[in-house]
């Protein structure tokens, strides 16, 4: 069962969903709202986002649906909602690792997957912070929309429709783990091109090779390649 649910305004659709899925049958359970106040990233992070600007969604899987690893779906999750969005935005769009997706350069979305148990039933909570309408971002130099990177207004009530439509189809036929990390590799970020790291405080050069089925990058730096988990490597430019 998919049902897409909405909230006027909330601290967090992540936090909210468990209020929704009240049933035995609820797979796949989404809730969206454009206020959301207390948006959480990934690993701790704030995710702001401006109200009546951007979508705020959560879809909730039951994980008895899901048969690869952890760290797989985490990337076919990604994977997902970058196409989605290179379907809307008709441009090419790109995953950073390990699950930002970048639009002509810049953040547009930023994605925290959760595993919760909720009523006897064990569910992956997806939340990505959409940037949709919004202008201005301040310092946050690196931060971008759907409207600043293509120039078109989209409905955010349609979008929230057309992704729980989107996601909940593509979730339903999950591809083998080689294809997903395949397709990962294929569409991320400055892959094979040289970038500036900051590693231990220090900044390096270096060149993304490839995320591997363990969630770790591969990089090949001055000294040799080397592998990072999130947090231990900063790609800066």
Same mark, same amino acid.
């Given at each position: ?17 468990? %209020? ?28 702001? $986002? ?5 979508? /705020? ?13 952890? !760290? ?42 959760? *595993? ?11 939340? /990505? ?7 201005? !971002?301040?310092?946050?130099?690196? /931060? ?7 120039? *078109? ?6 979008? /929230?429709? $057309? ?6 189809? %593509? ?5 083998? &783990? ?7 590799? *294929?569409?991320?970020?400055? %892959? ?5 790291? &900051? ?16 969630? &770790? ?16 490597? *900063?790609?800066?430019?």
């Amino acid at each position: 069962m998919s049902q897409l649910f909405y909230l006027k305004e909330c601290s967090s659709t992540n936090d909210e969903i468990s %209020k929704f899925l009240l049933y035995e049958n609820s797979d796949f359970i989404g809730l969206h709202t454009f206020n959301q106040t207390k948006g959480r990233g990934q690993y701790g992070n704030v995710w702001t $986002q401006t109200a009546g600007k951007n979508l /705020a969604y959560t879809l909730a899987v039951n994980t008895q649906n899901i048969l690869c690893s952890d !760290f797989i779906f985490n990337y076919y999750t990604a994977i997902i909602i970058r196409d989605f969005l290179a379907k809307m935005a008709d441009h090419d769009v790109k995953i950073k690792w390990p699950n930002d997706i970048i639009l002509k350069g810049k953040k547009i979305v930023g994605i925290l997957i959760e *595993k919760k148990k909720i009523n006897r039933n064990n569910y992956f909570i997806i939340g /990505a912070g959409i940037n949709v309408l919004q202008d201005k !971002f301040d310092e946050i130099s690196s /931060a971008g929309s759907l409207l600043t990177q293509t120039g *078109k207004e989209f409905s955010l009530e349609d979008l /929230a429709f $057309q992704l729980q439509e989107f996601l909940t189809e %593509k979730l339903r036929n999950i591809p083998s &783990e080689e294809e997903i990390l395949n397709e990962f590799n *294929k569409n991320l970020f400055r %892959k094979d091109e040289i970038s500036v790291f &900051e590693i231990d405080k220090e900044r390096q050069n270096g060149i993304i090779r490839n995320a591997d089925p363990q969630g &770790e990058l591969w990089v090949e730096l001055e000294s040799g390649m080397r592998s990072f988990y999130h947090k231990q490597i *900063k790609l800066l430019y």
